[in-house]
């Protein structure tokens, strides 16, 4: 039995799967608001408003805010500062991220927003 590119996919969605589940329960360790949750979970994707810019402006935009670095700065700042918003704020963003890698989306190429470095996504799959 080999590995084959569907074995790898499925592995790399369970992982960014459980790191969603790190990252809501970070969170609720956190004691944050569900209410907080539900309303920044999808903000990271207002970053596509870089795509009216253009393709290569927009996969900027867009990859600047669907990368761990930024929520992994966030949190180490808020563990820092001791400011439980921040940290809870970091652990948003990285279940964002989480979740649309577990899903097959990726950071986009320049070459339109279904390319992505994991593969194609959308309809011309």
């Known amino acids: 039995m080999g590995v084959n590119s569907r074995t790898v996919d499925f592995l790399l969605r ?3 799967a459980a790191v ?3 990252a809501i329960a970070g969170y609720l360790f956190l004691d944050g608001s569900w ?3 539900v309303l920044l979970i999808l903000a990271p994707d207002l970053a596509m408003l870089g795509y009216l810019a253009g393709p290569a402006a927009g996969a900027i935009v867009y990859n600047a805010f669907h990368i761990l670095v930024w ?3 966030l949190f180490l700042a808020g563990l820092y500062t001791e400011s439980a918003f921040a940290m809870q704020v970091a652990a948003i963003w990285t279940a964002h991220i989480a979740m649309d ?3 097959g989306y990726g950071l986009k190429l320049s070459t339109g927003f279904t390319d992505t470095h994991l593969g194609r996504i959308g309809r011309g799959r």
Do not use: C, S, T, Y
Request: proline residues 7%; hydrophobic residues 75%.
């Open 101 to 103: 890698r577990a899903l």
């Open 71 to 73: 929520p992994a700065i």
């Open 35 to 37: 209410q907080l949750f």
């Open 14 to 16: 369970l992982e960014w």
């Open 20 to 22: 969603l589940a790190a």
